[in-house]
């Protein structure tokens, strides 16, 4: 089992950054590829992004060109780094191992992107 910390979010303006953090600890966080979900209200949790257990990121089409993801297996830590944030991009976020099975959830870190 792996337990999962997400930080980094806040309010941003359109057109603005914010690099999300994922801390993980409990198990053998270099073993997984991790993933970057996110829940916006009234909507499915989606999978936006994931990164190989080596390092080799994957981002969906509705983000591609705008984030990425990397990870530092040293320090448990895996790392949404979102660009040109739009209102869109609203949700809180979450990371997890990929697929998440019956690994739990974090809390998550909101993501406000509002002038």
């Known amino acids: 089992q792996v337990q999962l910390v997400e930080s980094g979010g806040g309010l941003v303006q359109p057109g603005g950054s914010l690099r999300l953090s994922c801390a993980a600890s409990?198990?053998?966080?270099?073993?997984?590829?991790m993933g970057w979900y996110r829940q916006a209200p009234g909507k499915q949790r989606e999978l936006v992004a994931s990164?190989?257990?080596?390092?080799?990121?994957d981002v969906v089409d509705s983000v591609k060109g705008r984030c990425t993801t990397s990870r530092d297996n040293a320090n448990n830590t895996a790392y949404l780094q979102m660009n040109n944030m739009k209102p869109e991009d609203t949700a809180v976020y979450y990371c997890?191992?990929?697929?998440?099975?019956?690994?739990?959830w974090g809390q998550g870190t909101q993501v406000t992107v509002s002038s």
């Open positions: 997890n191992k990929v697929p998440s099975l019956s690994n739990p």
């Open positions: 409990g198990s053998i966080f270099s073993i997984f590829r």
């Open positions: 990164i190989t257990n080596g390092g080799t990121p």
